[in-house]
C-alpha cells in the first residue's frame, strides 16, 4: 500500500513546517489522501519545531503519528525526540552541518547530508530543507520533483516565483546527493 | 466540480461561516483558534461583512446577541478559557433564543491549562456551562472536509430551531491541513426571521427580545417551550458514523480527532485479527442514542476514548443502561491517546470477556 509517515523536525525558521506543506500540497496534486499537522505554540517561537505529513492511496485514519516511515531531522534535540519513532527500515535524512550526534539505530536507513553548508554553497542557507526534501523525495517516492514544483508554485507567493528555479535546482542536488 | 484546496481547520471554519451567509465575527484572540480570527479579519471586509476585535471574550459574546437579536448569521470562536468567559452571554443567548454559532477549538484545562488539544470541556459544552436549564446544539467535526459541512450546518441548525450551535473541535483539528472541496455555490437556506429586532418602522408591533421573564409561571412556560425544542432536536438532528461496526468485538466510542486515532486502531487491530468497530458521536448533543440501539447487541462490550478524564462516557453509560459493560482508555492535559494506549486497553478487555 502506498503510505507514507514522514516527520520533519527541528529549529523554528529552518523552514520544517514549509517543507511539510509542500509535501501535504505536491501529494494532494498527485491525487493522494495527504495529512499536515504542524506543532504550534511557544515551540514555533524559537524553540523546536516539527511536524507531520501523511501521504496516502488510502482515505488517512489518524493525522497524529506515533510512528514513522520517513524522518527529516535538523538539530539534535530532533534526533533525540524522533529517532525512535521510526519503523525499522525506514528512511532518517539528517542535516549533518546541525546534528552533530550518530543515530543509535542500525535497522533504519541513514543519510547524512550537510545540506546547510551545501546550500550556502549554492547561494542560499535557507534551501537547507529543500536540499534535505530532495533526497527524501529521491529515496521514498512520496512526491515526484515535477508535482513539489508546482507545489513550490501552488504554495508560494507571485513575488517569490521568481526562486523557483534555484529552489528546483537545490532539489535536484539533494536528489543526486 | 468545485474547488479543491489545502487548507488548515481553523481557516476552513472561517471560510465556511462567511459561505453560509455569515456577515458578522466578534472575537478575541487564543490559541489554538486564533487564525479563525485572522481569516475573518482578511475576508470580511472584502465580502463586506463586519469583523470586530473585541475588548474581551465577554464583550464578544455580548456582540454576538446583539447581531442575533437583528436576525443575522453571527459567530464567534475561542478556545477552553475563552469559552468559558462567554457562559453567561450563552445563557442568554438560550434564554433568549437567538441563532447563533459558536467555535471552541478546545485546549487543555481546567484554568489556563496549556495550549495543546483536549477534549476536556465536552461536559461544558453538552450540559450547560452557563446557568439554567438549557442546552446548544453540539457538532464535533473529525475532518477538515467535516469542519466545512458541518460549519455550513450549524448556521442552518441555529436557524431552524433558534438555538444556539456550538462547533467543538481541539487542537489538532484547528491546526491540521487537509484537502477541502468546496462546492461552487452554497446553498444558503433562508427562515422566517419576523421575530427579529430589526427595526419596525411602526408598521407593527415591536419585537421584544429578552431573557427576562419575573412572573415565575411565564417563566416555567418558556422553560416548558426551550424543553420542547430540545425534544425535537434529538429527534430529528441525532448524526453519527458507525464504521466497521457489522460484526465487531468491541466497539470503540470515540468523537473528533480521538475519533481518527481510533481508526487507525481499527486497522492495527486488524492485522493482529482482533475486529473492532467504530461508533463515532458527530453530534455531542442531541447525544446520538440511536446508533447505540442499532448496535448495541453487536460487541461483547463498548471502549469510550477520549482526550479528558471521561466525560463523554458517562452519556454512553447512561444510553446503554448497563446492557452491556462500557470501558474508558484517555488522556489528559494536551496528551494525545496513543494507539499504543487504545490496543492495550482493547486486550485487556478481551482477556476479561473472551
Same mark, same amino acid.
Given at each position: 500500500?502506498?503510505?507514507?509517515?514522514?516527520?520533519?523536525?527541528?529549529?523554528?525558521?529552518?523552514?520544517?513546517?514549509?517543507?511539510?506543506?509542500?509535501?501535504?500540497?505536491?501529494?494532494?496534486?498527485?491525487?493522494?489522501?495527504?495529512?499536515?499537522?504542524?506543532?504550534?505554540?511557544?515551540?514555533?517561537?524559537?524553540?523546536?519545531?516539527?511536524?507531520?505529513?501523511?501521504?496516502?492511496?488510502?482515505?488517512?485514519?489518524?493525522?497524529?503519528?506515533?510512528?514513522?516511515?520517513?524522518?527529516?531531522?535538523?538539530?539534535?534535540?530532533?534526533?533525540?525526540?524522533?529517532?525512535?519513532?521510526?519503523?525499522?527500515?525506514?528512511?532518517?535524512?539528517?542535516?549533518?552541518?546541525?546534528?552533530?550526534?550518530?543515530?543509535?539505530?542500525?535497522?533504519?536507513?541513514?543519510?547524512?547530508?550537510?545540506?546547510?553548508?551545501?546550500?550556502?554553497?549554492?547561494?542560499?542557507?535557507?534551501?537547507?530543507?529543500?536540499?534535505?526534501?530532495?533526497?527524501?523525495?529521491?529515496?521514498?517516492?512520496?512526491?515526484?520533483?515535477?508535482?513539489?514544483?508546482?507545489?513550490?508554485?501552488?504554495?508560494?507567493?507571485?513575488?517569490?516565483?521568481?526562486?523557483?528555479?534555484?529552489?528546483?535546482?537545490?532539489?535536484?542536488?539533494?536528489?543526486?546527493? | 466540480? @468545485?474547488?479543491? *484546496?489545502?487548507?488548515? +481547520?481553523?481557516?476552513? /471554519? !472561517?471560510? &465556511?461561516?462567511?459561505? %453560509?451567509?455569515?456577515?458578522?465575527?466578534?472575537?478575541?484572540?487564543?490559541?489554538?483558534?486564533?487564525?479563525?480570527?485572522?481569516?475573518?479579519?482578511?475576508?470580511?471586509?472584502?465580502?463586506?461583512?463586519?469583523?470586530?476585535?473585541?475588548?474581551?471574550?465577554?464583550?464578544?459574546?455580548?456582540?454576538?446577541?446583539?447581531?442575533?437579536?437583528?436576525?443575522?448569521?453571527?459567530?464567534?470562536?475561542?478556545?477552553?478559557? @475563552?469559552?468559558? *468567559?462567554?457562559?453567561? +452571554?450563552?445563557?442568554? /443567548? !438560550?434564554? &433568549?433564543?437567538?441563532? %447563533?454559532?459558536?467555535?471552541?477549538?478546545?485546549?487543555?484545562?481546567?484554568?489556563?491549562?496549556?495550549?495543546?488539544?483536549?477534549?476536556?470541556?465536552?461536559?461544558?459544552?453538552?450540559?450547560?456551562?452557563?446557568?439554567?436549564?438549557?442546552?446548544?446544539?453540539?457538532?464535533?467535526?473529525?475532518?477538515?472536509?467535516?469542519?466545512?459541512?458541518?460549519?455550513?450546518?450549524?448556521?442552518?441548525?441555529?436557524?431552524?430551531?433558534?438555538?444556539?450551535?456550538?462547533?467543538? +473541535?481541539?487542537?489538532?483539528?484547528?491546526?491540521?491541513?487537509?484537502?477541502?472541496?468546496?462546492?461552487?455555490?452554497?446553498?444558503?437556506?433562508?427562515?422566517?426571521?419576523?421575530?427579529?429586532?430589526?427595526?419596525?418602522?411602526?408598521?407593527?408591533?415591536?419585537?421584544?427580545?429578552?431573557?427576562?421573564?419575573?412572573?415565575?409561571?411565564?417563566?416555567?412556560?418558556?422553560?416548558?417551550?426551550?424543553?420542547?425544542?430540545?425534544?425535537?432536536?434529538?429527534?430529528?438532528?441525532?448524526?453519527?458514523?458507525?464504521?466497521?461496526?457489522?460484526?465487531?468485538?468491541?466497539?470503540?466510542?470515540?468523537?473528533?480527532?480521538?475519533?481518527?486515532?481510533?481508526?487507525?486502531?481499527?486497522?492495527?487491530?486488524?492485522?493482529?485479527?482482533?475486529?473492532?468497530?467504530?461508533?463515532?458521536?458527530?453530534?455531542?448533543?442531541?447525544?446520538?442514542?440511536?446508533?447505540?440501539?442499532?448496535?448495541?447487541?453487536?460487541?461483547?462490550?463498548?471502549?469510550?476514548?477520549?482526550?479528558?478524564?471521561?466525560?463523554?462516557?458517562?452519556?454512553?453509560?447512561?444510553?446503554?443502561?448497563?446492557?452491556?459493560?462500557?470501558?474508558?482508555?484517555?488522556?489528559?492535559?494536551?496528551?494525545?491517546?496513543?494507539?499504543?494506549?487504545?490496543?492495550?486497553?482493547?486486550?485487556?478487555?478481551?482477556?476479561?470477556?473472551?
Amino acid at each position: 500500500m502506498f503510505l507514507h509517515e514522514i516527520i520533519i523536525a527541528g529549529f523554528g525558521g529552518q523552514g520544517i513546517l514549509s517543507a511539510g506543506r509542500l509535501l501535504a500540497y505536491a501529494g494532494m496534486l498527485e491525487e493522494r489522501q495527504v495529512s499536515f499537522l504542524p506543532s504550534y505554540g511557544p515551540e514555533m517561537r524559537g524553540g523546536t519545531a516539527n511536524c507531520m505529513v501523511v501521504i496516502s492511496e488510502e482515505a488517512i485514519a489518524s493525522p497524529v503519528l506515533n510512528s514513522c516511515s520517513a524522518l527529516i531531522v535538523m538539530n539534535n534535540p530532533s534526533l533525540e525526540k524522533f529517532e525512535s519513532w521510526l519503523k525499522p527500515g525506514g528512511v532518517l535524512i539528517a542535516d549533518s552541518s546541525m546534528v552533530h550526534k550518530k543515530p543509535e539505530r542500525k535497522d533504519i536507513n541513514l543519510f547524512e547530508i550537510p545540506a546547510t553548508e551545501l546550500a550556502s554553497e549554492m547561494g542560499n542557507k535557507t534551501y537547507s530543507n529543500i536540499y534535505l526534501l530532495g533526497k527524501l523525495i529521491k529515496v521514498t517516492g512520496c512526491v515526484t520533483p515535477e508535482n513539489f514544483e508546482k507545489a513550490l508554485y501552488g504554495i508560494l507567493s507571485k513575488s517569490k516565483h521568481q526562486m523557483i528555479p534555484e529552489e528546483m535546482e537545490v532539489l535536484r542536488a539533494g536528489m543526486d546527493y | 466540480m @468545485g474547488q479543491k *484546496l489545502l487548507m488548515k +481547520g481553523n481557516e476552513v /471554519i !472561517a471560510e &465556511a461561516a462567511i459561505r %453560509a451567509g455569515c456577515r458578522h465575527y466578534f472575537g478575541y484572540p487564543i490559541t489554538p483558534q486564533t487564525e479563525i480570527m485572522h481569516y475573518m479579519a482578511k475576508r470580511m471586509p472584502a465580502v463586506g461583512g463586519v469583523f470586530l476585535q473585541a475588548e474581551s471574550e465577554v464583550a464578544a459574546i455580548n456582540m454576538v446577541y446583539g447581531a442575533a437579536s437583528t436576525g443575522h448569521r453571527v459567530m464567534t470562536s475561542s478556545s477552553s478559557p @475563552g469559552i468559558s *468567559l462567554k457562559q453567561e +452571554g450563552i445563557s442568554y /443567548i !438560550a434564554g &433568549a433564543q437567538l441563532p %447563533a454559532v459558536i467555535v471552541n477549538i478546545m485546549r487543555g484545562g481546567p484554568g489556563l491549562g496549556g495550549i495543546q488539544p483536549s477534549q476536556s470541556d465536552y461536559f461544558q459544552a453538552t450540559k450547560g456551562g452557563g446557568h439554567g436549564d438549557y442546552h446548544m446544539v453540539v457538532l464535533a467535526p473529525a475532518s477538515v472536509q467535516e469542519l466545512y459541512e458541518l460549519t455550513v450546518e450549524a448556521f442552518n441548525i441555529a436557524d431552524r430551531y433558534r438555538i444556539m450551535t456550538m462547533i467543538l +473541535g481541539d487542537g489538532v483539528l484547528g491546526q491540521m491541513m487537509e484537502v477541502v472541496n468546496f462546492r461552487d455555490e452554497e446553498k444558503i437556506e433562508t427562515f422566517d426571521k419576523s421575530w427579529a429586532a430589526n427595526g419596525h418602522d411602526n408598521k407593527r408591533e415591536h419585537n421584544m427580545i429578552t431573557s427576562i421573564h419575573l412572573d415565575p409561571a411565564v417563566l416555567e412556560q418558556w422553560n416548558i417551550g426551550l424543553q420542547n425544542k430540545y425534544k425535537l432536536i434529538s429527534q430529528n438532528e441525532q448524526r453519527y458514523e458507525l464504521y466497521n461496526c457489522d460484526d465487531a468485538e468491541i466497539i470503540l466510542v470515540a468523537y473528533g480527532s480521538v475519533a481518527r486515532i481510533c481508526k487507525g486502531v481499527i486497522r492495527e487491530a486488524a492485522e493482529q485479527g482482533i475486529k473492532l468497530g467504530l461508533l463515532r458521536p458527530i453530534t455531542l448533543f442531541p447525544f446520538p442514542t440511536d446508533a447505540f440501539d442499532k448496535v448495541l447487541d453487536i460487541p461483547k462490550a463498548f471502549l469510550t476514548v477520549e482526550m479528558s478524564s471521561g466525560q463523554m462516557v458517562e452519556d454512553v453509560r447512561l444510553t446503554i443502561e448497563g446492557r452491556k459493560p462500557v470501558y474508558f482508555v484517555g488522556r489528559m492535559g494536551g496528551m494525545i491517546p496513543t494507539v499504543k494506549d487504545i490496543m492495550s486497553k482493547v486486550k485487556e478487555i478481551k482477556e476479561k470477556h473472551d
